[in-house]
């Protein structure tokens, strides 16, 4: 599937998981379900409302199937094929509740892609590094608005600038954001080995003579240099 088939399952998939009452109700359906309206409520301490709404939210994006039991709709943890990489987004969140990750971090990973321009960025920064005017004219996005979400992007640990003032992706600390990247790369079943022997941003590229680079080519190791990075948050783009 191209990119822009992509964006916009991914960014409207990570809104509905960027709510913590929905992620509650989704853990208990994975980890206890199927279950009814009223089941999903109790165990995940939310009204029988906000238990519909959000049931509902989650099967419209097929992270949830609905199950006729006699005079009950159950919900399960079954992907709906029809649903673009619902099933990918499903095992990854499968993965980090059941490796009991947080779910302010959980949050956090799924808001750094609840805006189409965030992911334009990622797409683009994965052909080559550039710096943020040559980052504007290959995503088509304005410098305020760019400022905007690279910033989002690097106290998400996604993107890094070098010396030369040329941003580039990194390789996240955590294991969903880590998933969430290879995701819209397009690399959905790789997994961590797929960073082996990434030493860190590439040189110098001129975008008119040299053809893209992969994905995995232009992801630089995060520095544990953490001070580098607020400086970057901080400091004008």
């Known amino acids: ?16 998981l960027a709510n913590r009452n929905r992620l509650c109700l989704l853990r208990q359906v994975i980890l206890h379900g199927p279950l009814a ?37 159950r919900y399960a943890a079954t992907p709906d094929q029809l649903v673009s990489h619902a099933a990918a987004f499903l095992a990854l969140t499968t ?25 334009r960025v990622v797409q683009t920064l994965a052909s080559a590094p550039a710096s943020n005017a040559n980052l504007a004219d290959r995503s088509g996005i304005s410098l305020p608005a760019l400022r905007r979400h690279l910033a989002k992007l690097v106290r998400r640990d996604l993107v890094t600038r070098d010396f030369q003032h040329r941003w580039s992706l990194t390789i996240p600390a955590s294991p969903l954001r880590r998933d969430l ?48 990075m607020r400086r970057i948050v901080a400091s004008p783009l």
């Open 37 to 73: 309206v009223a089941e999903a409520a109790q165990q995940a301490g939310v009204s029988e409302i906000t238990a519909t709404l959000g049931l509902r939210a989650l099967q419209s994006r097929g992270l949830l199937t609905s199950l006729r039991d006699s005079r009950w709709v």
């Open 181 to 228: 990247l290879l995701l819209i790369l397009g690399a959905r079943t790789a997994s961590a080995h797929t960073f082996e022997g990434v030493s860190g941003s590439q040189p110098a590229r001129s975008s008119a003579n040299t053809a893209p680079q992969s994905p995995k080519a232009v992801i630089a190791h995060r520095t544990p240099h953490r001070p580098t």
């Open 95 to 119: 993965q980090a509740i059941q490796n009991e990750t947080d779910q302010a971090e959980m949050r956090h990973a799924f808001t750094a892609f609840t805006h189409p321009r965030r992911i």
């Open 1 to 16: 599937m191209e990119s822009s088939d992509l964006t916009p399952s991914v960014w409207r998939t990570c809104r509905v």
